[in-house]
Structures are given as structure tokens and as C-alpha cells.
């Protein structure tokens, strides 16, 4: 079959050199791609959020499964869209449509629909630019740290971490009258601080039926030793050493579960993928927010670790047959370091030569920002340039492979974390 990714980061890159894999993949195209998806497959330079170009190319191309990457034309309602278009009622899609993908594009929506279906996760109050007052009261009144999250989509990057109530006061303030985050700051949720350690799980379904796939820990600070200022993600590791047999069956009993009967309940169509960030506090799990599409850079190391042939896995969810897969997971370990540019993820400079990727050995190299040049050349085009996978059977050897990865690729001004799962190996029961 004809196969369509929208997307141009390093997820999509992942997902095309999975579905390349695969003998019941005949034509691979992504919209609008990178360097590293031409690599795999073909990329047609169309915007994300152009439902008329889109939809034009699958028709075009005879596209007969579509996978959507980022969750902006999801929570645009691209989906949705597409359903209403003549000559695409066969169509395959995985994505959910503009209800569902609320989940992430929502953050008042989400807190609401987990309270309303009984699924643990942080108290918490939602105010806006007219209840101003009504916060600053609020927060003057709150233990701290304070945690303060624009409702909207905002790149990963719109959640604050208070340590003082004249900060958490003034964050406030200037998310919903400064502009701080745009629109996606016109709400903010404050919310309960909850102290433990994150981790990710992700969920396949086709509407009814459902698959976990492998958990995931990322590493969202720019600084080692996690500080500094959130990013998209500057490394990750799969699987996640404290998540337990009996801990991720009281993630599947207390949230997989009750998220998906909700959604139903709420006769939201959802076919596609559920990130469920969460929080280990003391052996329970707590949600710290949905996402309605894979993470970036986790499915650099979710998908090398699914043996299944993933288009299979793709039409399943399309079709609502996912109760037919047996789902296949790699006891190996996967550690992706991100190397960034210079600056990020405030200001940076793009168009650097990227040179000795041909050298990396034992490792995929996942592109996220960059761009064809001239002559074969390779050049940066964002802030997160290339996650570099390793694969390894040993957490120590995973994590020793991705970073001798990082140390190799040189660009001007390049940037990594050299702590990636290092925590992990220090972890103890």
C-alpha cells in the first residue's frame, strides 16, 4: 500500500525507517519530511496544516493509510476534515479527531475529562485573563512548588514550575495578560505539585481495543542533572528500570482503562496513539498530561524496540482489529541522546554543516532539524537536529553507545547532554 507521514521530526523519521521495513509498504511519502526521511522515502513539501495540499496528494499519490505526527493538524482538526472529503471514504487514518485530540490541546479539557472518569492526577484550578484576582488569591494560598501550565499547545515549553509564590504570582500574571505563551496561555491550569519520577506510556488503539506499547523515560531539561529550561526533549530510554510488572498493571487498571472507557462514553472517536505522561509518587501512578500522538524523542526508542511489522500495527488501529495483533517487544535496551544546536531552545542559528554521520556505527540516527544541502551535504534546520538510537543489551552499554554517537557528529556550535540514563543506572529499588 501507498503510505503518507505528516511530519518532519525526529518521530517521523522513526516512523518511516519502521514502516521502510515493512514488505507491505510500497510507496512511502512524508509531508513535509527532512533529510533523514528522504533517506526512506520520498518527501512532498507540503505544510502539516494544509488540508487542501494534503488531501490533494493522496489522491494524487493514491495514498491508502495516512499517519499523522504532530499533534498541531490534530488538534486543528485535520481528521475530521479529511473524513468530510469526497474520494477519501477509504481512506486509512491513525489520529484521532479535534474531540479526542483535546486531550493535548487542552489542558483545562484534560483535568476535567480525568476528573469526570475518576483517573488520578493533581488537583488543580483552571483561570483566565478575568479571573486574574481570583488566581492571585488562590496561589497566595498555595503550597509550594506551584506548578502553572498554559492550556494550550505551546511546543512542549508551556509548563512552569514555581518555587516561590511571588514567581508563581507573577508567571501567572504575565501567561494571561503578557503573552507569555500567546494563545495557548490564555487559560492556565495551576496546579498541585507532585513529587516522584516521570515516565511515559504509550497506548495503540483502534476505538475499543488497545495494545501498551513499550514505556518510555525522556529528559526534558536542557541542563544535566535536569535543569535549566524545559525543551522538547533532549534524550530518552526505554524501557524505564522502576517500572514494575505490578506498577504498569496499575497503570493499565487505574488509567489506560478508565481513559479509554471515558472516551467512548463521551462518544469520542479515537484511532491512534495516547501518550499518558506520568509520575510515580510511591508506587502509584498519577497523570501528569495526555498527549494524542507518539513523543518525540521517546519514539526513537519506543519503535526499535516493537518487533511487530508496524504497518500491520497501523492498519489494525484503522480498521478497530487490534484485538487481532499479538504484540512483540524487544528485551533490549534503547538510549537516544539529542544533540541540539547552539542557543537552544531560545535562539539559534540554522544552515551548519553537519559532518561525520556517515561515521556513527552501531547507532540510527534519527534526523529532527535538518535539511538537504548541496552535493549530499546535510544541514541543520532546527533546534533538536538528530537523536541518536542505540540498541544495546545492557542499559550501561545503550547509553555508552548513543553518547560515543554524540561525541562523533560535529556541527558548529552542537550541544548534548552527556547524563542521558545515567540516573537509571543509578536508580535502586
Known sequence: ???????????????????????????????????????????????????????????????????????????????????TRKNLEKLRIVGPDQRGAQLEGSKDFSKQFMQRHG?????????????????????????????LKADGLAAG?????????AEARAVLTDMLTGGRFGEAGNKVVVEQFLKGIE????????????????EAKDYKRIGEGDTGPNTGGMGAVSPVKFATAKFLNKVEEKIVKPTLAGLRKEEIRYQGFIFVGLINVKEEPYVIEYNARMGDPETEVVLP???????????ATADGELDKIQLLISPQTAVTTV???????????????????????????????????????????????????????????????SQKAARAVQFEGKYYRKDIGLDLIRYQD
Open 157 to 165: 515549553k508551556g509548563v512552569i514550575i514555581a518555587e516561590s509564590i
Open 119 to 147: 483517573i488520578p492526577t493533581a488537583a488543580s484550578r483552571t483561570f483566565t485573563a478575568e479571573t486574574l484576582e481570583e488566581g492571585l488569591a488562590y496561589l497566595d494560598t498555595h503550597q509550594l512548588p506551584v506548578v
Open 305 to 315: 524496540r516493537i518487533q511487530n511489522d508496524f504497518v500491520e500495527l497501523m492498519v
Open 339 to 401: 544533540v541540539v544546536s547552539g542557543g537552544y531552545p531560545d535562539a539559534y542559528e540554522k544552515g551548519k554543516s553537519i559532518t561525520e554521520l556517515t561515521m556513527l556505527d552501531d547507532v540510527t540516527a534519527f534526523h529532527a532539524g535538518t535539511k538537504p544541502g548541496f552535493n549530499g551535504h546535510v544541514l541543520t534546520d532546527g533546534g533538536r537536529v538528530l537523536a541518536l538510537t542505540a540498541v544495546a543489551n545492557s542499559l550501561e552499554n545503550a547509553v555508552m553507545k
Open 199 to 214: 515516565l511515559s506510556v504509550f497506548v495503540l488503539t483502534d476505538g475499543v481495543n488497545y495494545k501498551i506499547l513499550p
Open 1 to 83: 500500500m501507498n503510505i503518507l507521514i505528516l511530519g518532519s521530526g525526529g518521530r517521523e523519521h522513526a516512523f518511516a525507517w519502521k514502516i521502510a521495513q515493512s514488505p507491505l509498504c510500497s510507496t512511502l511519502f512524508v509531508a513535509p519530511g527532512n533529510a533523514g526521511t528522504a533517506l526512506v522515502a520520498t518527501n512532498l513539501p507540503i505544510a502539516f496544516n494544509d488540508a487542501d495540499a494534503i488531501a490533494e496528494a493522496i489522491q494524487q499519490h493514491q495514498i491508502d493509510l495516512l499517519i499523522i505526527g504532530p499533534e498541531e493538524p490534530l488538534v486543528k482538526g485535520l481528521v475530521d476534515t479529511l473524513r
